[in-house]
């Protein structure tokens, strides 16, 4: 007998998590699993990062708590070695360069390692 598969089955979010994600620096708090949360991005690096999350992670990321802040690029900011994965259920434009992400904490993440040849953060 053939099993087959319907629209009506049930996947777990974890399944469907990307081998590499993405990171975003975070600032003002840090994001927690099983918690839906707004948060806001500003500046092309953040607005291009979250196009790429939805465009080729399945609409996930990895959002990471600074340690120490380079205030001329957050991206060079030294990070914690956790973050949390978020999907992001909606984005909405706030400004030209500004969106506001409504973001569900999927579940911790330890860097394995920086993967080379990305202009944006990608932890592996």
Request: proline share 6%.
């Amino acid at each position: 007998m053939t099993t087959s598969h319907n629209s009506t089955d049930l996947v777990n979010i974890r399944d469907l998590l990307p081998e590499d994600i993405p990171i975003l620096p975070l600032v003002i708090r840090p994001i927690f699993p099983n918690i839906l949360t707004p948060i806001a991005f500003t500046g092309e690096d953040f607005l291009q990062a979250i196009k790429d999350a939805e465009e080729h992670y399945n609409g996930f990321i990895g959002l990471v708590f600074v340690k120490d802040i380079d205030d001329n690029d957050y991206f060079n900011s030294s990070l914690y070695d956790v973050g949390t994965v978020v999907k992001i259920n909606k984005v909405t434009s706030i400004s030209q360069d500004s969106v506001q992400a409504i973001v569900f904490g999927v579940e911790r993440f330890k860097k394995k390692k920086v993967v080379p040849g990305n202009s944006r953060l990608c932890w592996k």
